[in-house]
């Protein structure tokens, strides 16, 4: 693990448990950990259907929906597959599939 | 190292008593320690409090038990509490008195004065008539009969710890002071 | 410059001296005082801080942790009841390696209810990661605000300092007030290394599994042994500015001694005056007073001590079901280093004046009397 801790003018690199800071202050960080490794059904918006309502941007708890060129985008790198977007949307534009098929 | 307890009543001023006491102290160059005794004050229940004066920084920190002098501020006190509980032989009680010293009978070991700390605060507007403010009177009377203090300390005493009224005060203090025969 | 204050307000001008920016606190008598004087002190532009209202203790350690989180140099006061509030924050400001400096005025715990003095209160923190410092006089509070903040932001531990109601708190004595100027050199800045930045975000305090937790420990351990030292520093620094010396220990008359009184807080400043009359007496006693019992000054303790005959420990708290704290403490010091005899007093609970008499009678008992394993209740009325 490598990650900079920068505040004021003294980065801090952690490389492991001997140089971690004292305190549990940016222990981890979500670039390396892509919780999208955590998902079984990956949720598929159907852009015909959507109506850029961003219901479903709105309510994804990760978030792992942005917005790019005025749509709703899943980043599967964070997506858990919690469905919260696809029961939510008012059009049923998010449908799923099962991962590993 | 001189160690003094006050008598009052709650509300008297008898823990300011001891401050203003200490601050005169204080001025003249010395070492001081006041505090309450630890209870739980109410208004008009006996309430102590106690200075303690030295020429080096006071390292004991327990109340006075054996004290060199005593200060009664309110007479009616002496009815209820022993005001002389381990006073040691030789020493003063000071007490706000419109009686003659000899009007109080502690027996022979101790020297006794009084001093009309009531009609003096009355007099200069401290406090109210039924609840008149006596201490810096009473101050003003101790640096009289001991000289541990003199008058300009507890001046400045009085303009350091009071917040008001310090002219008045002072008055008080000076009278009380001019009043009071010297031991 | 002298000045005459109450133990209460040397806390409030060693706040305002140390140039704190955040202040929150709820009132508790005997603390009241000290917050009370602060927030004078900030409404009258005295002091360029933020005092912040809260609504319990608990709420009063958990703003001075966000703020001390984003770099604010933060200060609180409590007692008794009030510190017990504010337990599981003490912990998060520990671990989180916050340098809060907090002053706990030693109450009893109730019930019954009691606004007097006893150690029990600061002492059921001891294992909260903060440093503690018993002070034994008004000038000792000040300048221990000072010297507990330039600790503190060194290790990265806050600091608890404690002192008896009532004998210290309500006390009026003589305080000699650093300049400031002094002090700001003393005391620059406090700059940290981590801290919440808007423009840096990183997660404090986040679940932190067994990869990590056990290391945390580890490194507040480090922390607290390298804290020995730095409070040693500290004070010298200190001495060379005021001409007040501070340690860990404050050994009184201990070089020939054949018994060493072992005390803390005001009792320790009695026990002083006690010494001198039993010295008068031909009885070579010193006195021993712990000022800082975490970090521990186990080495400092030992190189007093060794070559007595015999040790009392005299302590305004109890441990129920087994002693004085500050026994304990000593004893475990000792073992496996020397073997030296303790006799184990309590004393003072709950505000119980703590005579020179009762101290001279103490000693005396432990002077010609060797059992170390009872317990001794002095002027237990049973």
């Not at chain 2, 009978?105 to 406090?127: H, M, P, R």
């Not at chain 3, 100027?181 to 423009?199: A, C, G, S």
Request: glycine letters at 8%; one cysteine or more; proline letters at 5%.
């Amino acid at each position: 693990m490598v990650i900079k801790f920068q505040n004021n003018d003294k980065p801090v690199i952690i490389t492991g448990a001997k140089d971690m800071p004292p305190m549990a202050a940016a222990l981890g960080s979500m670039l390396q950990n892509k919780t999208g490794s955590w998902r079984n059904v990956r949720p598929i918006i159907d852009y015909d259907k959507c109506i850029k309502c961003f219901i479903c941007w709105k309510v994804c708890p990760e978030p792992a929906i942005k917005i790019v060129d005025e749509l709703p985008v899943i980043d599967y790198d964070y997506c858990k597959g919690c469905l919260m977007c696809a029961e939510e949307c008012p059009k049923d534009a998010i449908d799923f599939e099962k991962e590993g098929k | 190292m001189i160690e003094i307890r006050m008598h009052g009543r709650g509300g008297q001023g008898a823990v300011k008593a001891s401050f203003v006491l200490a601050e005169a102290a204080f001025q003249g160059g010395k070492y001081v320690q006041a505090f309450p005794r630890f209870g739980v004050e109410r208004r008009g229940a006996p309430v102590e409090a106690f200075t303690r004066i030295d020429d080096k920084p006071v390292q004991i920190r327990s109340q006075i038990y054996y004290p060199d002098g005593v200060i009664v501020l309110d007479p009616s006190l002496t009815e209820v509490v022993d005001v002389t509980k381990g006073l040691k032989k030789g020493g003063w009680i000071l007490v706000n008195s419109d009686k003659e010293p000899d009007f109080f009978d502690f027996g022979d070991d101790y020297k006794v004065y009084t001093v009309d700390a009531t009609e003096i605060a009355v007099q200069n507007k401290l406090g109210s008539r039924t609840a008149p403010i006596v201490n810096t009177a009473i101050v003003g009377a101790f640096a009289k009969l001991t000289g541990i203090v003199t008058i300009d300390a507890v001046f400045k005493g009085i303009d350091s710890s009071i917040p008001r009224f310090q002219e008045e005060n002072k008055r008080a203090a000076k009278q009380a002071y001019d009043e009071i025969e010297s031991g | 410059m002298k000045k005459t204050m109450m133990g209460n307000y040397a806390a409030s001008w060693g706040a305002q001296l140390a140039r704190v920016q955040v202040i929150a606190a709820y009132p508790i008598t005997p603390q009241t005082l000290i917050v009370e004087k602060l927030s004078d002190i900030v409404a009258d532009g005295e002091l360029d801080a933020k005092f912040i209202k809260v609504e319990s203790e608990h709420s009063a350690m958990a703003a001075c942790i966000g703020a001390s989180a984003t770099g604010a140099r933060a200060y609180t006061a409590t007692s008794a009841q009030g510190l017990a509030l504010m337990h599981e924050m003490l912990h998060w400001a520990g671990l989180a390696r916050l340098p809060i400096v907090m002053t706990n005025v030693n109450r009893a715990m109730a019930p019954g209810w009691s606004i007097w003095a006893d150690q029990n209160d600061s002492l059921s923190q001891r294992d909260t990661g903060w440093m503690q410092i018993y002070a034994s006089s008004a000038q000792e509070i000040l300048d221990s605000t000072l010297i507990g903040y330039k600790v503190s932001e060194k290790v990265l531990l806050p600091t608890l300092i404690s002192f008896d109601a009532f004998f210290l708190s309500h006390t009026m004595e003589v305080v000699d007030m650093p300049e400031i100027e002094l002090i700001d050199k003393y005391l620059p800045p406090y700059k940290p290394d981590y801290k919440m930045d808007v423009n840096d975000p990183r997660s404090f305090g986040a679940l932190t599994d067994e990869q990590y937790y056990y290391e945390f420990r580890y490194k507040m351990q480090k922390a607290m042994d390298e804290a020995v030292d730095i409070i040693k520093e500290a004070g010298k620094e200190y001495e060379k500015i005021t001409g007040r010396a501070y340690g860990l220990v404050h050994p009184y008359r201990c070089e020939d001694a054949d018994m060493i009184l072992v005390t803390s807080g005001t009792i320790a400043d009695t026990t002083n005056v006690a010494v001198d009359e039993l010295r008068a007496e031909g009885k070579k006693v010193g006195n021993l007073r712990i000022r800082v019992i975490r970090p521990y000054p186990k080495k400092e303790i030992l190189e007093v001590v060794k070559g007595v005959k015999k040790l009392a420990v005299i302590d305004r708290n109890i441990s129920p079901g087994y002693s004085g704290i500050f026994s304990q403490e000593l004893k475990s010091a000792l073992y496996n280093e020397v073997d030296i005899p303790v006799r184990s007093y309590i004393a003072g609970l709950g505000g119980r004046d703590v005579k020179i008499e009762d101290i001279k009678d103490m000693a005396n008992d432990a002077l010609k009397n060797d059992a170390p394993n009872d317990l001794i209740w002095k002027g237990v009325k049973i």
